[in-house]
């Protein structure tokens, strides 16, 4: 009844009272870990439990961050010492007879990426759910978060968290928008510049901790504020940024990870050794902003139902990471060569998704529910995901192709992948909700085939695609539609055999399939010769076409013409010996090219199609 008469009384003023505290101090970052006091007032449970995360958003496997925690103390608003009970791995309950309960604990992090934390006597890289434990049922309250840094060190903090009149502290308005505001505290160089779209100014600041002077990180400033413009030109306008700016937080120490995590109003991207001084370093980092910040719209606003509000205890699974994630994939690039920093089009994605051993294994949709498994999922026995899985960024990049080419060739160009996308932020990403950090109006699978129908003024049409390549496991026909732009598919190696792609090692005897060199283990993938021949992992094969088997006999099957036979005897793990004759097949990789590169002539209808999708929508040139 208690936590009711909470509710009932909580005004704007209220609120502010009972917020809750967090205040981190470094005493010894040396060592890597920081410690935290977190003070629940009027917690208004008893007992109160408290729980570190199991689960990132922008991540889709469980990551445990409770595991690095230690020393946890918890007392209550006189201070005396209340005792926390671990209910199990990630929580802890505390009888609390007082309604203020005061937790401190410390917690290790040398992780600096988009997902962990990471501590020592450059800075302090947080994410949120890596490091701040929180307590059920308080998750609408206001938070504010206070950093003491370590005497003399020069930090100073960027975020997406809302600022206060003391440089270190701020606030968000509830869990959801605490947990997706990473911070970086370094001796940061920061650069701010502010972007007009449709009259209507947004603000920007890029926070550097790099080898960057002032002047790089301007220069890399003002490629984004250009890029910046050529996305915004696909919705038609920038998102409100709730805390008055969008933040890119930089982050290229030595020993930082590779990896870019799109928030709400901010991206956090981490790289080791990324110099800021070349052009090279800066295109190279402005690749990935091309990415993380089409999330703006795609995924932080634009949102599938199965990630919003997130479920910080469990993994989130939804339908949708070809869209959310494969679309992005396939924007990056794009936008890249459409406001002119790269060439070519976005066909990498392509190429891997038609010579993948995974294709047609399940739907767009089953690779995305795949995530909690794929996406950094730890399993210590052998899986199968290497011939039937392919990922949701390969797969959905080459999904945005084909359905923006068909688009693009059913319209004669008036209608393309650019307005799906406009489309789906005025109904999904715009309509605001009041909460900060919450999506008003998260999509489904069903919302997505509607508003193609919508888009393409084509019910048949969208049924069709989503029929087929989205729930269903057939592939586009991609050089029909990448012919439309004088793109030639082409295969890589024409002529020479094949008979899958498989791990080897010479062992005793012969060669044993699906273990290498190092000890990675995999199988044999469906639809190869082998495969159909009843080899897999396991097997030893000890002779080819009557030679003793070795990597280097192994190595000249691909001088055989498809068509031609080679014959293995192979003992299998009980003993069995067998032979098993095969017909070469044909390497399914290929290369996508101009036309022009193999010394053909674009028509000026190809030409044109081109020019229309990769030229610029800002300065058209
Ligand atoms: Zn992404």
């Known amino acids: 009844m208690l936590a009711s008469i909470v509710i009932a009384t909580a005004g704007p003023a209220a609120a502010q009272t009972n917020a809750v505290t967090y205040r981190v101090t470094f005493p010894e970052p040396e060592h890597h870990w920081l410690q935290v006091e977190a003070t629940f007032p009027e917690a208004g449970r008893d007992p109160l439990v408290v729980r570190m995360s199991r689960s990132s958003p922008g991540r889709y496997a469980v990551h445990e961050f409770a595991k690095n925690i230690f020393a946890v103390e918890a007392y209550d608003g006189q201070g005396r010492a209340l005792h926390a009970v671990r209910v199990d791995a990630d929580s802890w309950r505390i009888e609390a007879p007082d309604t203020t309960v005061r937790v401190i604990y410390r917690l290790f992090g040398d992780e600096p990426d988009g997902t962990y934390l990471g501590v020592d006597t450059t800075h302090a890289h947080i994410n949120m759910p890596a490091t701040f434990l929180w307590a059920d049922g308080l998750d609408a309250r206001p938070i504010r978060l206070t950093f003491v840094p370590p005497a003399g060190s020069g930090w100073r903090p960027a975020t997406q968290l809302f600022a206060t009149a003391d440089p270190f502290s701020f606030t968000a308005p509830n869990l959801q928008y605490f947990m997706d505001s990473p911070v970086e505290l370094a001796d940061l160089v920061v650069s701010a510049f502010t972007v007009d779209v449709a009259g209507r100014p947004s603000a920007f600041r890029v926070a550097a901790h790099s080898d960057g002077r002032q002047p790089d990180i301007d220069a890399f400033a003002a490629s984004i504020a250009r890029l910046v413009r050529e996305q915004a030109a696909v919705y038609g306008e920038l998102p409100e940024y709730e805390p008055g700016a969008y933040t890119f937080l930089l982050d290229f120490v030595g020993w930082a990870g590779a990896d870019g995590m799109e928030h709400r109003n901010s991206t956090s991207i981490s790289f080791p050794n990324l110099s800021m001084r070349t052009a090279e370093g800066r295109l190279h980092a402005l690749d990935i902003v091309s990415h993380e910040f089409f999330h703006t719209w795609n995924v932080e606003r634009i949102r599938p139902a199965g990630i919003e509000p997130f479920d910080f205890t469990r993994e989130n699974v939804t339908c949708c990471l070809w869209l959310a994630e494969g679309f992005t994939e396939y924007y990056g690039p794009l936008l890249l060569t459409r406001s002119g920093f790269t060439r070519g089009a976005p066909t990498d994605d392509v ?97 997505l085939r ?119 005897s192979v003992r299998r793990r009980d003993g069995r010996q067998f032979d098993a004759t095969l017909t070469i097949g044909s390497d399914p990789r290929v290369t996508i090219e101009p036309v022009e590169t193999s010394g053909g002539t674009p028509t000026t209808a190809q030409l044109a199609f081109r020019q229309a999708w990769l030229g610029s929508r800002v300065e058209p040139r």
Do not use: C
């Open 351 to 447: 190429a891997q998704t038609m010579a993948s051993p995974a294709r047609g294994v399940r739907s767009a949709v089953g690779m995305s529910e795949q995530a909690p498994f794929a996406d950094a999922g730890i399993a210590n026995d052998l899986t199968d995901r290497d011939r039937t899985y392919i990922s949701y960024y390969t797969q959905g990049s080459a999904l945005a192709l084909a359905l923006d080419l068909s688009l693009r060739e059913r319209s004669a160009g008036s209608v393309t992948l650019d307005d799906y996308m406009r489309r789906l932020w005025q109904v999904f990403g715009a309509p605001r909700d009041p909460r900060p950090g919450y999506v008003a109006r998260a999509y489904t699978l069903d919302d």
């Open 450 to 568: 509607t508003e193609l129908a919508t888009v393409s003024g084509d019910r048949p049409f969208a049924d069709d695609f989503f029929d087929r390549y989205v729930e269903g496991r057939d592939t586009p026909d991609f050089p029909r539609l990448l012919a439309l732009a004088g793109f030639n598919v082409q295969p890589a190696a024409p002529g020479r055999g094949w008979i899958g792609d498989v791990r080897t090692r010479d062992i005793s005897g012969g060669l044993i399939i699906g273990i290498d060199a190092t000890g990675r283990r995999g199988t044999v993938p469906f639809h190869t010769p082998l495969y159909e021949a009843g080899i897999d992992e396991g097997d030893v094969i000890t002779s080819i076409d009557g030679r003793p088997a070795t990597r280097l006999a192994w190595s000249t099957i691909a001088d055989h013409k498809p068509g031609e036979r080679v014959t293995f």
